[in-house]
């Protein structure tokens, strides 16, 4: 089969397009035949081993794993002699190690089926992305109806779920974007949209009981000026800056700040949990969510996608295709 592989840590030109063996389930595993998968942040940090944290776990000089992408869809080949939920032919979604592949294995609880209303390439757009935006909003903003939402990156990969998933809580929501993005902001559900090319929200009178923060593009004291008294603020992302600890530095700001306010200050990553996907399934199915796709490429184009997603303009979620040979 063929996939994408990288062997040391750099640019998007330690990638390689090749051929290699086509993996065999183990007895809780499925073995997926990929028709798309998506690109994350989490992808280029771990082909440029950057910041120098991941390679605790990555490996200090060199990939230990040699295969890229999460987010997966596609349908399964075969099974493992204890799965239950899946036979050959089901059409799933949900995350695995290697998605830059034409087959790869995902264990049993890391998929869900996918609703029929839904492509493979929308499928694939939705796992790490969504998760992160209904466990950051749900479970650490602990968002309400009613309540005064801000989504700072609202046009990004998470940011576009994060709208969605905060108008599905009942939520006023204020989307922050670029002015090519204000439209399509509007679009998916926002209620407010500022372009922060015009207006900088922290200097705003506005204030929000909850701000989910997907690119830390404010310090900690700028941001806390937006919120109220006892507000919330989530941040699941921001700027790679520090070549040691990147975007965790802010993280750990926060952190420490929180100690000393009344306002909720949370750092926070998404987990991989099988009844969170479902969430995210039914609100495919639903059609209360609905992913926005920038760009698609083809398998061997990874090294583009990655490239381009870097570039931090991305509208929504890049999208890998998949064409397996004998496809017409």
Same mark, same amino acid.
């Given at each position: 089969m063929? @996939?994408?592989?990288?062997?040391e840590?750099?640019p998007?030109d330690?990638?390689?397009?090749r051929?290699v063996g086509?993996p065999?389930?183990?007895?809780?595993?499925?073995?997926?035949?990929i028709? @798309?998968?998506?690109?994350?942040?989490?992808?280029w940090?771990?082909?440029?081993?950057?910041?120098?944290i991941?390679?605790?776990?990555a490996? +200090? #000089? #060199?990939?230990?794993?040699?295969? +890229?992408?999460?987010?997966?869809?596609?349908?399964v080949?075969a099974?493992g002699k204890?799965?239950? %939920?899946?036979?050959?032919g089901?059409e799933?979604?949900?995350?695995?190690?290697g998605?830059?592949?034409?087959? @790869?294995?995902?264990?049993?609880?890391?998929?869900?089926?996918?609703?029929?209303?839904?492509?493979?390439?929308?499928?694939?757009?939705?796992?790490?992305a969504?998760?992160s935006?209904?466990?950051?909003?749900r479970?650490?903003?602990?968002? !309400?109806?009613?309540? !005064? =939402?801000?989504?700072n990156?609202?046009?990004?990969?998470?940011?576009?779920?994060?709208?969605?998933i905060?108008?599905s809580?009942g939520?006023?929501?204020? &989307?922050?974007?670029s002015?090519?993005? =204000?439209?399509m902001?509007g679009?998916?559900?926002?209620? %407010?949209?500022?372009?922060?090319?015009?207006e900088?929200f922290?200097?705003?009178?506005?204030?929000?009981d909850?701000?989910f923060?997907? =690119?830390?593009?404010?310090?900690?004291?700028?941001? #806390? !000026?937006? $919120?109220?008294?006892?507000?919330?603020? =989530?941040?699941? &992302?921001g700027?790679?800056?520090?070549r040691?600890?990147?975007?965790?530095?802010?993280? $750990?700001?926060?952190?420490?700040?929180s100690?000393?306010?009344s306002?909720?200050l949370?750092?926070?990553?998404?987990q $991989?949990?099988?009844?969170?996907?479902?969430v995210?399934q039914q609100?495919?199915?639903?059609?209360r969510?609905a992913?926005?796709?920038d760009?698609?490429?083809?398998?061997?184009?990874?090294p583009?996608a990655? !490239?381009y997603?870097?570039?931090g303009h991305a509208r929504?979620?890049?999208?890998?295709?998949?064409?397996? #040979?004998?496809?017409?």
């Amino acid at each position: 089969m063929r @996939a994408i592989t990288y062997t040391e840590y750099g640019p998007p030109d330690v990638l390689q397009f090749r051929e290699v063996g086509k993996p065999i389930p183990e007895d809780d595993e499925v073995l997926i035949s990929i028709r @798309a998968a998506s690109v994350n942040p989490l992808d280029w940090h771990l082909m440029r081993g950057r910041p120098y944290i991941v390679r605790m776990q990555a490996g +200090l #000089r #060199r990939p230990k794993a040699t295969r +890229l992408g999460v987010d997966v869809a596609g349908q399964v080949e075969a099974v493992g002699k204890n799965v239950t %939920h899946f036979e050959p032919g089901d059409e799933v979604f949900g995350a695995c190690k290697g998605a830059f592949a034409e087959y @790869a294995c995902a264990s049993e609880g890391a998929l869900v089926p996918k609703p029929p209303n839904v492509t493979f390439e929308q499928a694939a757009a939705a796992p790490v992305a969504a998760l992160s935006a209904l466990q950051g909003l749900r479970d650490k903003g602990r968002i !309400r109806p009613g309540q !005064r =939402v801000l989504i700072n990156g609202a046009s990004g990969g998470v940011g576009t779920f994060a709208v969605q998933i905060a108008k599905s809580f009942g939520a006023e929501v204020t &989307g922050v974007c670029s002015t090519r993005n =204000v439209d399509m902001v509007g679009s998916i559900g926002a209620n %407010h949209v500022v372009d922060y090319t015009q207006e900088d929200f922290t200097k705003s009178e506005r204030r929000y009981d909850l701000i989910f923060d997907s =690119v830390g593009n404010h310090s900690l004291s700028e941001t #806390r !000026r937006a $919120l109220t008294a006892e507000g919330t603020l =989530v941040l699941a &992302g921001g700027p790679d800056k520090g070549r040691w600890l990147g975007p965790l530095t802010g993280m $750990l700001k926060a952190v420490v700040m929180s100690r000393f306010v009344s306002q909720k200050l949370l750092p926070f990553l998404a987990q $991989l949990r099988k009844d969170d996907l479902i969430v995210v399934q039914q609100l495919l199915e639903a059609g209360r969510v609905a992913p926005v796709i920038d760009r698609s490429y083809p398998l061997r184009d990874v090294p583009a996608a990655i !490239r381009y997603l870097e570039e931090g303009h991305a509208r929504g979620k890049v999208v890998i295709r998949m064409e397996h #040979r004998g496809d017409t």
